[in-house]
Nanobody, 126 residues
Framework: QVQLVESGGGSVQAGDSLSLSCAGS????????MAWFRQAPGKEREFVAA????????YYADSAKGRFTISKDNAKNTVYLQMNGLKPEDTALYYC???????????????????WGQGTHITGSS
């Protein structure tokens, strides 16, 4: 099984940029479809972005398009989420997730991901 550990969260102001990392261990992330989800206080966990096993195909939520970029470095066994133009509404706990099985595309459903990290928090202010 793969273990995932997120890092890079913090406090940001509107317009700031931040990069999150998700380090995998136990198995190579090249075997997995990887994704970022987030959960704001009082809200359900929602899809942010995903990237295919080879790190070529990407998917984004409408809220992330044009501002966030997901990437994958299989050699480093790490997935990244570069976030630009952050907004107060981006405040949430950000989770890294992995799926080893075929999923319905776009891969936006939490139920399709069997492996999760503990999350890293981003607090935004205007």
């Amino acid at each position: 099984q793969v273990q995932l550990v997120e890092s890079g969260g913090g406090s940001v102001q509107a317009g700031d940029s931040l990069s999150l990392s998700c380090a995998g261990s136990g198995r190579t992330l090249s075997l997995y479809l990887m994704a970022w989800f987030r959960q704001a206080p009082g809200k359900e966990r929602e899809f942010v972005a995903a990237i295919g096993r080879r790190g070529i195909t990407t998917y984004y939520a409408d809220s992330a398009k044009g501002r966030f970029t997901i990437s994958k470095d299989n050699a480093k066994n790490t997935v990244y989420l570069q976030m630009n133009g952050l907004k107060p509404e981006d405040t949430a706990l950000y989770y890294c997730a992995a799926s080893a099985r075929p999923v319905i595309l776009p891969p936006t459903r939490t139920m399709d991901f069997g492996y999760w990290g503990q999350g890293t928090h981003i607090t935004g202010s205007s």
